[in-house]
């Protein structure tokens, strides 16, 4: 821990919410939480009262915690409105926990590096360089100290693996004690108030709204992909059941849907052109649809990191996708993210789609 607590406080390391500061005193009239500018969590209740029912209490806010944390940190990366007061403020306190948590990290996992500065960074918590020199966003210190370590972490494997290849991730993994992949969406979901959960039969009204308004968006486009009512009610509540569907909530709304598979994709028994990379078990991604109102938003990209997240918690390094050719934007995204266009494959409604390919240890 890098803060300084009274000796009556102490520090109880909670599943989802990381470091929770408990403070008992005779003058605390009742329960009560505070997320603190950092993300450090408070409960403070009276002595008389048992750390088992302040804990209690605390388990049933923990979603409010989330929520505050992400306003936070979210108020830090896109733009706020900081002082020079309390960006000089932050960069200070910056100095004076960051450069040691990095020694700290460094000695107990054994990693080199060079130098470390402190910058106000808002596009990213922080880099490495091919020299291994660290630079990190001073807005590290509105996360929680466990989000904290997770970024300095990131970037300490980075000096033994100057990519993101699956060799790093298992070294991620490995210092994280196994909890890459939630780690990760918890600092993704802060950053962009994102979150991912599985589809359920009480969001089909609202993914069949998503669906009839990206069938519009092509419309306009003059882009012929899913012109001809797919995909029905049907296939998604097939795919709902299947535990196959995903929801994406941006700013606490209902904003994308998408299909993750990891059973196969019968189409791409068939391909014509350069052909498949690989014939390695892949996951496959489908019927992605994201509401009008939240286009733009870098959400597609974000659900494409998260498949290989889910592609990661299963041992899974290849990734299959199909598009219109029309599509331009997709194909874009597709290309920038490293997808390699392998060819064309037939859909059974005789129709032809663009097929791409991703390895995720390259």
């Known amino acids: 821990m890098e803060h300084q607590y009274k000796a009556l406080d102490k520090v109880y390391k909670h599943p989802r919410l990381g470091d929770v500061v408990l403070r008992q005193r005779w003058t605390t009239s009742r329960i009560s939480l505070s ?3 950092n993300g450090e969590v408070r409960l403070s209740y009276p002595r008389i009262v048992s750390t088992a029912r302040a804990l209690r209490f605390l388990e049933e806010k923990a979603e409010w915690v989330l929520q505050m944390r992400k306003k936070v ?7 706020a409105d900081y002082t020079p007061a309390q960006i000089e403020a932050l960069r200070r306190e910056a100095k004076r926990v960051l450069p040691a948590m990095v ?5 107990q996992h054994g990693f080199k590096y060079g130098r470390v ?4 960074t808002r596009s990213k918590w922080g880099c490495c360089t091919s020299q291994n020199n660290l630079s990190l966003s001073l807005f590290l210190m509105t996360l929680p100290t466990h989000l904290q370590e997770f970024v300095v972490l990131h970037e300490l494997c980075h000096t033994v693996h100057h990519n993101h290849s699956a ?3 298992a070294l991620l993994d ?3 004690g196994g909890r890459e992949a939630e780690l990760n969406r918890q600092l993704k979901g802060i950053r962009k108030n994102i979150r991912f959960r599985k589809g359920s039969i009480a969001d089909m009204e609202r993914i069949m709204e998503l669906v009839a308004d990206a069938q519009n968006w092509f419309r306009e486009q003059e882009i012929d992909q899913w012109q001809d009512g797919y995909p029905t009610r049907d296939i998604i509540l097939s795919d709902i059941v299947d535990g196959e569907n995903y929801i994406v909530e941006y700013n606490d709304i209902i904003a994308s849907t998408f299909v993750v598979s990891f059973s196969g994709e019968p189409t791409y028994n068939e391909i014509k052109g350069k052909g498949w990379l ?9 019927r992605i649809a994201v509401g009008g109102e939240c286009r733009r938003k870098g959400i597609a990209n974000e659900i494409l990191h998260y498949v290989e997240e889910l592609c990661a918690e299963r041992g899974i ?3 299959r996708i199909d598009t219109h050719r029309d599509n331009r934007a997709m194909r874009s995204l597709l290309k920038k993210l490293g997808y390699i266009h392998c060819g064309r494959i037939t859909l059974t409604s005789g129709a032809f789609r663009e097929a791409y390919h991703k390895e995720l240890n390259k």
């Open 35 to 37: 997320v603190k500018p």
């Open 73 to 79: 940190a979210e108020r830090a990366m896109q733009g």
């Open 103 to 107: 020694e700290r990290l460094a000695q």
């Open 117 to 120: 500065t402190i910058r106000a």
């Open 167 to 169: 060799e790093f991730h």
């Open 174 to 176: 490995k210092v994280t």
């Open 278 to 286: 690989n014939e390695n078990s892949y996951a496959v991604v489908h």
């Open 317 to 319: 390094c290849d990734i």
